[in-house]
């Protein structure tokens, strides 16, 4: 029934500072849309941003910044990313390390975004298929 992904919802205490962490950071684009609604893109899916207290309606039942884990597929390297976050001043929580996801075996780091969400970065793992 389901074909894919288009977007999922973020509450954050500090729009700017997400904006910041998820463009420089992972290089996702910032996407203005709406009446003042704010979103980052990256490929054909978008997260929209909830400022924490002013949700837009409807919502989860319960919005909180830093309850979010989520995992994204990178077009680059382990390395390259790595690079990047470090030039970003974004540290690694934990990685690299072998994973399962939803296709298959990965390599991911861990890092967390400016609410704590846990943000998994991942490769598909070729030399465990």
Avoid: W
Wanted: hydrophobic residues 45%; charged residues 20%.
């Amino acid at each position: 029934m389901i074909a894919s992904l288009d977007h999922f919802v973020l509450t954050v205490k500090d729009i700017d500072a997400t904006v910041a962490f998820y463009c420089d950071g992972l290089g996702m684009k910032h996407v203005a849309f709406g009446e003042g609604r704010i979103a980052v893109a990256y490929g054909s899916q978008k997260i929209n941003l909830h400022h924490a207290g002013h949700e837009f309606d409807p919502k989860s039942a319960n919005p909180t910044p830093g309850s979010g884990d989520m995992c994204f597929i990178l077009k680059v390297s382990l390395a390259a990313a790595q690079e990047r976050l470090r030039a970003a001043g974004i540290d690694i929580v934990e990685g690299p390390v072998g994973r399962i996801g939803a296709a298959g075996p990965l390599r991911s780091i861990y890092v967390r975004d400016p609410d704590q969400n846990l943000v998994e970065l991942s490769v598909i793992d070729r030399t465990s298929v």
